[in-house]
């Protein structure tokens, strides 16, 4: 009988009335929600302001170097200086992260704490709202808290929607591109899912008192929806996960659809009617983001011509190239698209990979004329691309005509990717790993390019102002770029050498500009041959050594955003494979403390462009030196490459080196803010990050000092 009382008191818990949402204190569950979106509202226009702020720094830049100012990066006004100490103090800790080695093969980088300190403010908020003047503690408040964190999580869905979109008013007003808000759309989700457990949890206690929980599992419609929606973003939550996420991206992308369409509905199912509009929002958000993309995809991909009668037909066809035994160059001349250096692009080709679309960078400039992409043979699409390549290779029949071959229709979306100007900046530090080039590459290129654009066209002014460019604050590069293989050089030969050839007309006219190339060789290639290459027949390999004879240096592509195995920093190595391929080469090491000489980091940079090539770790290499490298890449060159030569700022480098050290030398030289970017593995950007955070604090950046502030960009090959 007591039981029976118990359940009919609680049955009559359970469906108390709702309509004025009050409950265990004064403050409503809709004015929370209000809450919880009035703090992401702040967030927001904070940063739209912050891009403001970055927008009209760099038009005042620009302004300045037209009245001929010497140093327009550097601030001068006793408010700008204000606001430039504002930023250093706020970029060392936003910068900042370290790393906890356990083994040789084995460690965990922390977050970068400006994120860990925005993912902790979000997480806080959402707890406070979850608990405010609610005890629980008090039993009798456990279904309050049951109601009111049901509420607070039903005001996150439009948010994590908003930052999955790839266009989306988050990113537009912020300045910033879907891949930079991605993790962010992530540890909102898992936030969720905290608050979501939270929830289920106060319910299942609750329940607990009356032994319910089976009960209510079994026969209640409402309760085993909410189950359901509770599991599938568990999984939603894990198969997330980066190494979830990178074993098959493919299936990743598939499932996780999937899952999102039954989370929402279940969801949906779930919820009272007063709060299925938070669905009905997140739906539209959605379905506004596939709606413009699919818009800006149609008005790309389609050309619409008209002889005679109308005819519609695709705009876009590429030419697949094999460039290396597991590279594929992907062109597409006169492409119907707009871009900027450093963005990336969606390519799908149905005939190929059907039902798949890979980013890719854009290393190619818009004068070009074409899209280029450089891919990596992985897995599923890349690896289809691939394998395309090397079906239909054909050698080119002339030095005239390097790119015939047979065009293939394709699909673009994009581009994406955002960054601020580099032209603001006094003095641009840019480094990059193995195929990180591609992503660095154009944008030095586009420096260059205003340089020649703008300087050139009065070479005969003997006024200053001709020595000044009217949009390009910049009047020093460096340029580094750190490759495995000296094959690879081969990659961007023809870019870096026009590069240099233009500067040094540009400085031999009086310019005040000037870029420094340093390429940094680890290793030749691995001591275990490629897939390819132990499957290979003999005239592959042919054909792969006359392609580059023919084609050295043609500006070549971009790169997947993925890793290759063979890539590593600091001796670090990304998987089993290539773990074994370093301790082979450790075995066999020049070194007499057992390790390789080209590994290890020099200490002094200047001692380093003077050691000859001595590199014996694959056996056989040891009489490659910086001459013999120049001449087996650079055959048909006018010039020497001696350092008083008009290709006196390409230095080619045995050796690994200390980015700290490139970086300080960088600074010392500025007469104002500094760019630093960086494109590469994971150890790479860790370094180089750890480096800035380290020299801003070392030379009291913008704290008396007069040390200039350092902006930095990091690009990864992950998602």
Not at 227 to 255: D, G, H, K, M
Not at 388 to 394: C, E, P, T
Not at 455 to 477: E, G, Q, W
Request: net charge positive.
């Amino acid at each position: 009988m007591i039981v029976a009382l118990k359940i009919i008191v609680f049955h009559l818990q359970c469906d108390m009335d709702m309509s004025s949402m009050r409950m265990g204190g004064s403050v409503s569950n809709p004015f929370l929600q209000k809450v919880f979106w009035a703090a992401v509202g702040t967030a927001t226009a904070c940063a739209m302001v912050i891009n403001i702020y970055e927008w009209i720094l760099c038009r005042l830049r620009f302004r300045a170097i037209k009245h001929h100012d010497p140093s327009p990066a550097k601030p001068k006004a006793v408010f700008s200086r204000i606001l430039a100490t504002i930023t250093a103090l706020l970029r060392e800790p936003a910068y900042f992260s370290f790393s906890i080695r356990f083994s040789r093969f084995l460690h965990w980088t922390t977050p970068v704490l400006g994120r860990a300190l925005l993912v902790g403010i979000e997480f806080t908020l959402v707890l406070v709202l979850c608990f405010y003047q609610l005890n629980p503690h008090d039993q009798w408040q456990w279904e309050d808290i049951g109601y009111r964190t049901g509420f607070i999580a039903t005001a996150q869905l439009p948010l994590i929607v908003v930052l999955a979109g790839k266009r989306n008013i988050i990113g537009y007003v912020s300045g910033l591109s879907y891949e930079r808000l991605n993790w962010l759309h992530r540890w909102t989700a898992r936030i969720l899912f905290v608050t979501v457990t939270i929830h289920m949890g106060f319910w299942f206690t609750d329940w607990a008192r009356y032994d319910y929980i089976r009960v209510k599992l079994t026969t209640d419609a409402v309760v085993k929806r909410g189950f359901a929606a509770w599991c599938i973003l568990l999984w939603i939550v894990i198969s997330t996960l980066a190494p979830a996420r990178r074993w098959n991206y493919e299936l990743f992308v598939v499932q996780h659809v999937i899952t999102f369409i039954g989370f929402f509905v279940s969801v949906f199912l779930h919820l009272p009617s007063q709060l299925r509009v938070w669905v009905w929002v997140s739906i539209g958000l959605f379905l506004l983001d596939r709606f413009v993309r699919a818009s800006v995809a149609i008005s790309i991909n389609l050309s619409v011509r008209s002889r005679g009668r109308w005819r519609i037909s695709w705009a876009s066809k590429a030419t697949f190239k094999l460039l290396a035994p597991d590279v594929t160059r992907i062109i597409i001349q006169n492409p119907p698209v707009e871009w900027k250096a450093g963005q990336h692009m969606f390519l799908s080709c149905q005939s190929i990979a059907p039902l798949q679309s890979h980013p890719f960078t854009i290393a190619s400039l818009p004068q070009d004329g074409r899209l280029e992409f450089l891919v990596k043979s992985k897995k599923g699409g890349t690896k289809r691309f691939f394998r395309y390549a090397k079906k239909n290779l054909r050698l080119p029949l002339s030095r005239k005509d390097p790119n015939q071959g047979h065009e293939v229709v394709v699909s673009l979306e994009g581009p994406y990717g955002s960054i601020r100007p580099l032209r603001q900046f006094d003095s641009v530090f840019l480094i990059a790993g193995g195929s990180g080039s591609t992503f660095t590459t154009p944008l030095a290129r586009e420096i260059v390019s205003h340089w020649t654009k703008h300087l050139t066209a009065n070479l005969n002014s003997s006024h200053s102002s001709a020595l000044k460019c009217p949009d390009a604050v910049t009047r020093y590069i460096r340029f580094v770029w750190i490759i495995k293989s000296r094959k690879q050089y081969g990659w961007f030969s023809d870019q870096i050498w026009g590069m240099a050839k233009d500067v040094h007309r540009l400085k031999e006219a009086g310019h005040d500009v000037e870029i420094d190339i340093r390429i940094y060789v680890t290793c030749e290639d691995p001591l275990e041959a490629s897939e390819t290459e132990k499957k290979g027949s003999s005239d592959v390999g042919v054909v792969y050594s006359e392609v580059e004879d023919i084609n050295l240096g043609a500006s070549l592509s971009s790169i997947a955003k993925l890793p290759t195995v063979e890539e590593s920093w600091g001796g670090s190595t990304y998987s089993a494979s290539s773990a074994s391929k370093t301790e082979n080469a450790t075995r066999i090491s020049c070194g007499p403390d057992g390790t390789c000489c080209c590994r290890k980091p020099p200490e002094d940079e200047d001692e380093i462009s003077s050691l000859p090539w001595q590199c014996k770790c694959n056996g056989g290499n040891a009489n490659t030196g910086k001459s013999s490298l120049f001449k087996k890449t650079m055959t048909d060159r006018p010039l020497t490459p001696t350092r008083t030569s008009a290709h006196s700022d390409i230095a080619l480098l045995c050796g690994r080196p200390c980015p700290k050290d490139l970086i300080r030398e960088t600074l010392e030289q500025a007469l104002g803010e500094s760019a630093v970017v960086v494109c590469g593995p994971q150890e790479m950007l860790i370094d180089v990050r750890q480096s800035v955070v380290s020299l801003s604090d070392e030379r009291a950046v913008h704290k008396g000092s007069g040390a200039q502030g350092i902006y930095l960009h990091t690009e990864s090959f992950e998602f």
